[in-house]
C-alpha cells in the first residue's frame, strides 16, 4: 500500500494502479471506470483492495468482437478496446442496490469491495436485462466497469 505519514501517497498509488491496469489489460472510460472482463474481475478487485482502493459504483458492458463490426443492437455504445479486438457497448442494467446499501457502513475496504464482488457474480449468473424488456442471449460477452474515486485516476489513460 502507498501510505506516506498516514496519507496515500498519491502519485505512488497512481504508478501502482497504472501497472495493474496494464497487467491485467483493463480498459477505462470516462475518469475513473475500469471496465474489465470476467476472467480477470476477482483479480482486479483483488488487487483494488490491496491498494485501499473502494470501488464506488459498477456498471456492465457488452464486449463486441471486431469480426461483427458496427451491428451489435445491446447496448449504447461505447469505446474500442485498448487490448481487444473489439469494443464495448454500455448496457442499462439496473444498478447494484449493494453499494447503496453497503456505502455507509464501516466495512474494511477489502470487505467491502468482497461485498460488491459477490453482489456483481450473482448478477451475472442472471439473464441479464439490458434494457427494458430486452435480455441478452447469454452474459458469456459481459463485461463489468468498477467505478473508483476519480482522484486517482488521470485522464490521459482514458480509452476515450
Not at 489489460?25 to 470516462?30: A, P, Q
Not at 476472467?39 to 469480426?67: A, C, H, M, P
Not at 453482489?119 to 449468473?125: K, V
Amino acid at each position: 500500500m502507498c501510505i506516506l505519514n498516514g496519507e496515500y501517497n498519491t502519485i505512488s498509488l497512481q504508478k501502482e494502479l497504472k501497472e495493474i491496469i496494464e497487467y491485467l489489460k483493463v480498459d477505462i472510460v470516462g475518469s475513473g471506470e475500469l471496465i474489465v472482463k470476467q476472467g480477470i474481475l476477482v483479480e482486479l478487485v483483488e488487487e483494488l483492495s490491496r491498494l485501499q482502493i473502494r470501488i464506488v459504483d459498477t456498471n456492465f458492458w457488452y464486449f463486441v468482437d471486431d469480426k461483427f463490426g458496427q451491428n451489435c443492437s445491446y447496448g449504447m455504445g461505447g469505446p474500442k478496446s485498448r487490448f481487444y479486438d473489439g469494443w464495448y457497448s454500455e448496457l442499462q442494467i439496473r444498478e447494484l442496490n449493494t453499494i447503496k446499501a453497503f456505502k455507509n457502513e464501516a466495512f474494511s475496504v477489502s470487505v467491502y469491495n468482497t461485498k460488491i464482488l459477490d453482489t456483481i457474480q450473482q448478477r451475472l449468473l442472471e439473464h441479464l436485462e439490458y434494457m427494458p424488456g430486452e435480455f441478452l442471449p447469454s452474459n458469456e460477452n459481459v463485461a463489468v466497469s468498477l467505478c473508483i474515486e476519480a482522484k486517482l485516476f488521470i485522464k490521459e489513460w482514458s480509452n476515450e
